[in-house]
C-alpha cells in the first residue's frame, strides 16, 4: 500500500497554496502545512467510518470550498463538495474468482450511459447473459468517473477517483463488478491519465498536476518536473484503488503516447511493476492495455527484454485494414490501406505501419513487432470501436453501409484471426442507433469551443461539417443508446446468431486461439480482391469483391461457417457471392 494511503481521511496534498482551510456541513477547520507539503486538520474532524461526510477545502482566501483531489464521491457535480465512501463497507461475493487471462479471450467494449435505455450500471447487468452467448471474457467500460455534466463519453474526467453518480455511484460499480465475475466475466476500466478535463479541474490549485506543453486534449499532466513524485503517486494509487477496491481485472490505459515523462523510468513501466507485484499477490491476472498511436512494441515487451511490460495493446491499423476493405473508403489515415495486401501484413506482422511510410502523418511512422517471439494476442483488435464509431463525422456505424455478408465477414475477419477480439456494444447485432460524440458542459462557450474543434477535426479527414450532431444537443445522447427490441429480427437476428457462430468455433477451435504469428499466413489477390487466412489447419476465405469467386480446396473439406445459406462447396471447390467469406477446416 503507498504511503498516502495511510494518511488521514482528510489530509491533502497542496504544496501551491499558504492556506488550506477543510470545510464540513458548516463549520471550517484549519489545517496545518507538514514538511512534505501535506495539510492535516489541526481540529478534530468527523469519523468517515461511522457516517458520510460531505467536505471541502478553502483555498488560501477563497471563500467557495473545493473538491478533494482524490474525491471517491461528487454527489452534486465535479464543482460542488466531496462525500467520503467507504469501500471495505461492500461486502464482496467473489472470494472464488481467479480471474481471467486475455490470452484466447473475447472483449466487450461498452459505454454505460448508452449500453442501455436507463443508462446505470444495474441496468447493464441485465445483459451480461446476452454478453456470455456470444463468447465475451472481459466487460470493457469506457471511462466512469467523475464529469461534469450528466453525460459525457468519459473523457473529459477531472476527478479520476470519484465513479459518475448518475450511473450508480461507487457503490452500484462494485455491485456491477461482483455480479460480472459471479457471471464468469472480467471487467476492464478505461482509464485517462494524459489529461484532465476543461471543467471541473481544480488541481492546479493545490500543486503542479500540470506542466507546460499539451496534447490535443489539453495540457500534460506533470510526470517528470518539480513536484511529479506526488503527481506519479497520484496516478498509481488510481491505478491500486480500480484493482483493490473495486476488484477490476485489468485497465485500458487512453493515448499512452500523450503520457510526457522524460523520467529514467517510464511511468508505465513503474505502473507495470506495480501492478505484477499486485497481481502476484492477489493471486490472479491482472491486465494492462494501452491505446496507443505509436505502433511501437516497447510497451508490451516484457521488461526483462527491455520494455514497459504491459500485457497488451490496441493495434487501429486492423481496423483501418479491414474498413476499408469493407468499404473502400480511402480519405485521411485511411489513405494507405488502400489495397488489400494492407490487410494481409497487418495479420502476418501486427503493424502494417511499422518503418513504412505514413501519408497522412507525413512521415515514417512505427516499429516492426518481434513476430518470432511476440504472442498474437498481445493485440487488441476490432472492427468497430467508440474511436471509429463516434468520430466519424454523424457517429454512424459500418451497419449503415454494408450488406449482411460483409458484416458477417468483419465478424470472421475479427473472431477468427489471430489477435484478441474486441467488440463494440451493439455491433453483434447490427445496432442501426449510431453513436455519436457528446457532452452536457453546462457552460455555454465551453460546449460551442467543443463544437467547433469538432469541425476541424472532420475537415482534416475531407468529411462534411455540416452533417456533425451537435455533442450538447441532448437528443445526440439519446439517439447513441442502443436499441435492444432489434436484437431478435430480420438481419439483426442473422448477424447475432453468426456472432454466436463464431464464438463456439473459437472455444471448439484451438487454432483459431493460437498465439504464434507463423501459425497465420496470408494470400491476396488484388484483381478480383480474394483474400485468403490461414489459421494453423483452418482457412478464412473472404471475397471482397463485386463478382463470384470460385476456390479450389482438395478432397475432404468442411464449412465451418458462412456468412450467409448461399455458400457452399461443389466438387472440392468453395464458390463465394460478392462480399461473402467463409471458414473451412
Keep these: 500500500m503507498s504511503p498516502s494511503r495511510n494518511r488521514g481521511p482528510f489530509d491533502v496534498w497542496a504544496p501551491v497554496p499558504t492556506r488550506v482551510r477543510l470545510v ?16 492535516t486538520p489541526s481540529g478534530q474532524v468527523p469519523d468517515p467510518s461511522v457516517e458520510e461526510v460531505d467536505y471541502g477545502y478553502l483555498i488560501d482566501d477563497a471563500d467557495t470550498p473545493v473538491p478533494d483531489p482524490r474525491s471517491r464521491r461528487q454527489p452534486a457535480g465535479v464543482h460542488d463538495r466531496s462525500r467520503t465512501f467507504r469501500p471495505e463497507a461492500f461486502e464482496w461475493t467473489d472470494g472464488e474468482w481467479t480471474g481471467r487471462q486475455l490470452a484466447g479471450s473475447v472483449i466487450y467494449e461498452l459505454h454505460v450511459g448508452t449500453f442501455t435505455p436507463e443508462g446505470t450500471f444495474d441496468a447493464a447487468l441485465g445483459k451480461l447473459d446476452h454478453l456470455r452467448a456470444i463468447g465475451v471474457d472481459f466487460v470493457e467500460l469506457m471511462p466512469v468517473n467523475a464529469v461534469n455534466g450528466t453525460h459525457n463519453w468519459g473523457y473529459d474526467g477531472v476527478l479520476w477517483s470519484a465513479v459518475h453518480e448518475p450511473y450508480g455511484g461507487p457503490s452500484g460499480y462494485q455491485q456491477f463488478v461482483d455480479a460480472c465475475h459471479a457471471a464468469g466475466l472480467g471487467v476492464i476500466q478505461d482509464v485517462v491519465y494524459n489529461h484532465l478535463g476543461p471543467s471541473g479541474n481544480y488541481l492546479p490549485l493545490f500543486g503542479p498536476y500540470l506542466k507546460q506543453g499539451r496534447s490535443t486534449w489539453g495540457e500534460y499532466v506533470n510526470l517528470d518536473g518539480e513536484g511529479s513524485a506526488e503527481v ?23 493515448a499512452v503516447h500523450a503520457l510526457s515523462d522524460s523520467s529514467p523510468v517510464h511511468l508505465l513501466e513503474e505502473m507495470a511493476v506495480e501492478v505484477a507485484a499486485l497481481s502476484a499477490h492477489q493471486r490472479r491476472p491482472l491486465t494492462l492495455i494501452a491505446e496507443s498511436d505509436l505502433n511501437d512494441p516497447v510497451l508490451i515487451t516484457p521488461r526483462e527484454a527491455g520494455g514497459y511490460g504491459l500485457d497488451a495493446q490496441w493495434s487501429d491499423d486492423f481496423h483501418h485494414a479491414v474498413h476499408v476493405a469493407l468499404t473502400r473508403e480511402t480519405e485521411g489515415y485511411y489513405a ?44 487488441v483488435v476490432g472492427s ?58 453546462p457552460e455555454p462557450e465551453l460546449g460551442r469551443v467543443t463544437a467547433e474543434g469538432r469541425f476541424e477535426e472532420f475537415e482534416q479527414m475531407g468529411w462534411d461539417p455540416a452533417v456533425v450532431p451537435d455533442p450538447q444537443d441532448p437528443d445526440t ?31 471448439a477451435h484451438p487454432d483459431l486461439t493460437n498465439p504464434a504469428f507463423g501459425s497465420t499466413s496470408c494470400a491476396v ?17 473472404v471475397n471482397f469483391g463485386d463478382g463470384t469467386a470460385s476456390v479450389r480446396l482438395g478432397p475432404g473439406r468442411e464449412l465451418l461457417f458462412t456468412t450467409g445459406e448461399d455458400i457452399g462447396i461443389d466438387e472440392a471447390v468453395l464458390v463465394l457471392p460478392p462480399h461473402a467469406g467463409a471458414l473451412v477446416r
Design 24 to 39: 464540513l456541513g458548516d463549520a471550517t477547520v484549519e489545517m496545518t502545512k507538514g514538511a512534505d507539503d501535506w495539510w
Design 232 to 254: 506519479r503517486r497520484y496516478v498509481l494509487d488510481n491505478v491500486r484503488m480500480w484493482l483493490e477496491d473495486y476488484h477490476v481485472d485489468g485497465l485500458r490505459l487512453d
Design 336 to 379: 494507405d490501406f488502400e489495397p488489400l495486401t494492407a490487410l494481409g501484413k497487418v495479420c502476418e506482422r501486427g503493424f502494417f505501419h511499422d518503418g513504412t511510410y505514413s501519408s497522412f502523418r507525413g512521415r515514417d511512422h512505427g516499429v516492426p513487432i518481434d513476430t518470432d517471439r511476440v504472442p498474437t494476442w498481445r493485440l
Design 384 to 441: 468497430q470501436n467508440h474511436d471509429q464509431v463516434g468520430n466519424r463525422a454523424a457517429g454512424d456505424r459500418i451497419t449503415e453501409h454494408l450488406d449482411d455478408h460483409q458484416l458477417a465477414c468483419a465478424a470472421l475477419l475479427t473472431m477468427a484471426g489471430p489477435f484478441t477480439p474486441m467488440l463494440f456494444q451493439g455491433e453483434e447485432w447490427a445496432a442501426s442507433t449510431p453513436f455519436c460524440f457528446f457532452t452536457s458542459h
Design 477 to 507: 445522447f439519446k439517439r447513441s443508446k442502443l436499441d435492444w427490441s432489434e436484437v431478435g429480427s430480420g438481419r439483426h437476428a442473422r448477424l447475432l446468431a453468426a456472432y454466436r457462430r463464431l464464438a463456439e468455433l473459437r472455444r
Design 525 to 541: 489477390d488484388e484483381e478480383s480482391r480474394l483474400f485468403r487466412m490461414r489459421r494453423g489447419g483452418l482457412l478464412v476465405v
